[in-house]
């Protein structure tokens, strides 16, 4: 059920440290060891539930990107923002683009972000294994985002690859980065979003910060280990954009968990964490890679 990595996920070194013990708040309430590889700096979850028993800790009505029928005060505030983000989102691409073209969002979830691509006349797949989020999305869209890897892979090439927060979740990180560059035509960006290690607010929060979201997230970035996987995979980042609305979100359910129960001390709390990361660079709770092939 849970499988022990005897080799970093991103380097192959195997020396590592255990660096904190955090609890899963969101779900089952387990606590996880996160080791800290001593040759990349790479911070992941070890031990973690395998591939085939990770699932049970998706299962939550809360666990929005899958589900999307929860209405608590926070998930009613990211639906919002996600609306607002996903058009801002796709006009930030094309921009970053100069055109626009094909587009893959891997791990789609119910399929937000790829409707709004083709609103703004993307030519859009996704990719989603998630069985519930699937049927969502294809209510959503029209049509089913692959789920099979080997049907992607047939895919003809694209001009960019979002992975939205989804970096983080996935068991074979290697092959799925292979997948992903072979996908990505030669003067394609690739768009990573990911939680950052090296924010202000994980900095204040530590293990209680939500966006480590144990044993859901299996590896946490900053932008050093970042570098060492663009550099491994012959990739070069071309700019890191700030998430700020993160802050808010990832604010809100700390608070949550740790019991708290003013929503506007969060919201007060996040508006302060993305001042102070505008002072020092790279220290938003999540930031936004933009990546191209060397
Ligand atoms: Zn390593």
Same mark, same amino acid.
């Given at each position: 059920m849970y499988?022990?990595?005897?080799?970093?996920?991103?380097?192959?070194?195997?020396?590592?440290?255990n660096? !904190?013990?955090?609890?899963?708040h969101a779900?089952s309430?387990?606590?996880f060891?996160?080791?800290r590889c001593?040759?990349?700096?790479?911070i992941?979850? *070890?031990?973690?539930?395998?591939?085939?028993?990770?699932q049970?800790?998706?299962?939550?009505?809360d666990? =929005?990107?899958h589900?999307?029928?929860?209405n608590?005060?926070?998930?009613?505030?990211y639906?919002?923002?996600?609306?607002?983000? *996903?058009?801002?989102?796709?006009?930030?691409?094309?921009? $970053?683009l100069?055109?626009?073209?094909?587009?893959?969002?891997?791990?789609c979830?119910?399929?937000?972000?790829i409707? #709004? #691509?083709?609103k703004?006349?993307?030519e859009?797949?996704?990719?989603?294994p %998630?069985?519930?989020a699937?049927?969502?999305?294809k209510k959503?869209?029209? $049509?089913?985002p692959?789920?099979?890897l080997?049907?992607? %892979? /047939?895919?003809?090439?694209f001009?960019?690859?979002?992975?939205?927060?989804?970096?983080?979740?996935?068991?074979?990180?290697?092959?799925?980065?292979?997948l992903?560059? *072979?996908?990505?035509?030669?003067r394609?960006?690739?768009?990573?979003?990911?939680?950052?290690l090296?924010?202000?607010?994980f900095?204040?929060? @530590?293990?209680n910060w939500?966006?480590?979201?144990?044993?859901?997230?299996?590896?946490?970035?900053n932008?050093?280990?970042?570098?060492?996987l663009? %550099? @491994?995979?012959?990739?070069?980042?071309?700019e890191?954009?700030p !998430?700020?609305f993160d802050?808010y979100?990832?604010?809100?359910?700390?608070?949550?968990?740790?019991g708290?129960?003013?929503?506007?001390r969060?919201? =007060?709390?996040?508006y302060?964490? %993305?001042?102070?990361? /505008?002072? @020092?660079?790279?220290?938003?709770?999540?930031l936004?890679?933009?990546? $191209?092939?060397?």
């Open positions: 499988e022990r990595l005897t080799k970093c996920p991103l380097c192959k070194g195997v020396l590592f440290l660096h !904190m013990v955090v609890k899963d779900i309430q387990e606590s060891t996160l080791c001593t040759e990349c700096g790479l992941f979850t *070890n031990p973690r539930p395998d591939k085939d028993h990770i049970s800790y998706y299962d939550s009505k666990y =929005i990107s589900a999307d029928k929860s608590n005060l926070i998930n009613i505030l639906k919002i923002v996600r609306k607002y983000t *996903n058009k801002q989102k796709i006009n930030f691409i094309t921009k $970053k100069k055109r626009k073209g094909r587009i893959l969002d891997y791990g979830g119910t399929g937000y972000f409707s #709004a #691509a083709a703004k006349g993307w859009t797949v996704g990719y989603e %998630n069985t519930i699937l049927d969502e999305a959503r869209t029209g $049509k089913s692959i789920s099979d080997a049907i992607l %892979n /047939k895919e003809k090439k001009d960019a690859i979002t992975l939205f927060h989804v970096l983080e979740h996935i068991h074979d990180l290697n092959k799925t980065i292979k992903i560059l *072979n996908l990505l035509k030669k394609g960006l690739l768009f990573i979003a990911i939680p950052n090296n924010s202000i607010d900095k204040q929060k @530590q293990e939500a966006a480590l979201d144990v044993p859901r997230h299996l590896y946490h970035f932008p050093d280990t970042m570098t060492y663009a %550099n @491994q995979y012959g990739l070069k980042i071309v890191i954009k !998430m700020v802050a979100y990832v604010a809100l359910l700390t608070d949550k968990y740790l708290r129960k003013n929503p506007l969060s919201f =007060i709390d996040a302060r964490y %993305n001042q102070e990361a /505008k002072k @020092q660079q790279h220290t938003h709770s999540s936004l890679y933009i990546l $191209k092939k060397k």
